[in-house]
């Protein structure tokens, strides 16, 4: 089984990169991506601890693009180091989750929840402080009954406390991961949000951004979806990829590593035939340094 969409405590995870690489090979994952959000921060220790288990490491990112419906997140798979654009774009988004996460902090004690930024942050340690880490700890605290509760009740779209993310311009997002070593695929499309309808102009435009992949095999869609976003994706000769979306057996449930839409085994054809190919031909000799 292979995985190219895992998360780990330098985001929103709940395993270190080491332990996710631990984790993987104890489930038979052969090739892993670890893309944790708008960090890089846990690449340099999960290469050498997969180096150390035999497993092909793929390192990467997911960035947060500016969209007005939805979420877009954009995945930069194949990573050899951090160039100049992806620091100046992580150092941005970094500034930007800081003052929403502020500004949630503010509206939970409005609404009567005594929990402040600075102690979400000394209990979780990461810069990428976000609505799961104030979700655990609401629950940690039984203020909640678990993560999902805080999100129903105080976080999601139209809560009390509820703040819109800020992302990056598509462009930009799509440069940082290129001058990066990277390959720009789009995450869980339909997270943006767009009617079937309007899904092939959507991606068409995102496609003349740069983008050239598609995740169409997620662990969150059914897998007749699947099915006709991988269509979409070779009508429109983009490279098909799959993965979980894993953060931790403790966070979703429903979501296992090495597993996507149906509960399927994540194909080795994604890294084999399409991922691969295209690192190959680009990659040369590969650096491996990422700093931010």
Same mark, same amino acid.
């Given at each position: =089984? #292979?995985?190219?969409?895992? $998360? ?27 893309? %944790? ?23 990467? &990112?997911? #960035? ?8 877009? $997140? ?40 005594? #929990? ?5 942050? !000394? ?39 509820? #703040? ?8 930009? +997002? ?13 995450? @869980?499309?339909?997270? =943006? ?5 309007? =899904? ?11 983008? *050239? ?6 662990? +969150? ?16 000769? =983009?490279? *098909? ?5 894993? /953060? ?7 979501? @296992? &590593? ?15 035939? !399409?991922?691969?190919?295209?690192? %190959?031909?680009? /990659? ?9």
């Amino acid at each position: =089984m #292979i995985d190219l969409h895992t $998360h780990s405590t330098a985001s929103d995870g709940t395993m270190s990169p080491s332990e996710l690489m631990q984790y993987a090979s104890s489930k038979g994952i052969s090739v892993i991506a670890l893309t %944790d959000h708008d960090t890089t921060a846990g690449l340099a220790e999960a290469v050498q601890e997969a180096g150390k288990l035999g497993i092909t490491f793929v390192p990467g &990112i997911e #960035i947060s693009v500016d969209w007005p419906t939805g979420e877009f $997140h954009l995945l930069g798979l194949g990573l050899t180091h951090s160039s100049q654009e992806l620091k100046d774009t992580l150092l941005n988004l970094r500034q930007e989750r800081k003052n929403r996460n502020r500004k949630m902090a503010e509206k939970l004690q409005e609404n009567g929840v005594d #929990i402040s930024y600075e102690e979400v942050f !000394e209990r979780y340690k990461t810069e990428n402080i976000g609505r799961p880490h104030f979700a655990s700890m609401m629950a940690e605290k039984g203020i909640v009954k678990h993560r999902q509760q805080a999100f129903d009740v105080y976080f999601a779209s139209g809560r009390p406390c509820y #703040i819109p993310r800020t992302g990056v311009e598509l462009d930009k +997002a799509v440069q940082a991961i290129r001058t990066s070593g990277g390959v720009p695929v789009q995450a @869980h499309p339909l997270s =943006m949000y767009i009617s079937w309808g309007k =899904m092939d102009e959507t991606m068409r435009e995102i496609q003349a951004k740069g983008v *050239v992949g598609l995740e169409a095999w997620h662990s +969150a869609i059914r897998v007749g979806q699947a099915q006709r976003l991988e269509k979409l994706a070779r009508d429109l000769g =983009m490279i *098909v990829t799959g993965g979980s979306d894993f /953060h931790g057996e403790r966070v979703r449930a429903d979501r @296992h &590593i090495g597993y996507t839409a149906g509960k399927k085994e994540i194909q080795d054809r994604f890294w084999t035939e !399409e991922l691969k190919p295209l690192l %190959d031909r680009t /990659h040369g000799t590969d650096i491996l340094t990422f700093e931010e």
